[in-house]
């Protein structure tokens, strides 16, 4: 069941949608209970694959798929009561961030907490442009959208 309270788990789910699930599996759930808007996009060169994103009442939950239907990142905004590890959330300051966690890496216009690569903050712009360290970051900028994928592939530790 979709819960826009359940807890964010790297890796893993948002609200209860889960990775790598098929989005046949929550379809009937959603239309019957949100807003939904279904949006296609094509990726960035030289991939060029067809993949759809939803967005259940105004972005408070997103999710995007492959052309299969299998569910690739989950996302929510400032509206999402969920939090992760029950101390970050969607909307906090940049200030408590770095209050709450031990580091902050700036990866592609995302920020990376306490190396976990499954999780990620967006910057906001321009910010997501502009920033090479995180002392650019104003403290009292406000991160409005949390993302759970597996991102591994950026993490050092595996090259």
Not at 33 to 62: D, Q, R
């Amino acid at each position: 069941m979709i819960d826009f309270n359940a807890d964010i788990i790297s890796y893993k789910s948002i609200g209860n949608i889960e990775l790598a699930h098929h989005v046949d599996y929550y379809l009937d759930e959603i239309y019957r209970n949100f807003v939904v808007k279904i949006k296609e996009y094509m990726t960035a060169f030289p991939f060029s694959e067809k993949m759809y994103g939803y967005s259940l009442n105004n972005g408070t939950l997103i999710f995007s798929t492959d052309s299969d239907g299998k569910i690739i990142s989950v996302g929510c905004n400032q509206n999402y009561k969920g939090k992760y590890k029950n101390k970050l959330y969607a909307g906090i300051t940049m200030r408590e961030l770095t209050l709450l966690t031990n580091s902050q890496r700036i990866l592609n216009g995302t920020l990376i907490v306490n190396e976990d690569y499954g999780m990620s903050f967006t910057l906001p712009s321009p910010y997501d442009e502009i920033a090479d360290y995180i002392e650019h970051i104003p403290l009292d900028l406000k991160l409005n959208e949390i993302y759970i994928s597996d991102e591994s592939f950026w993490d050092p530790k595996n090259k």
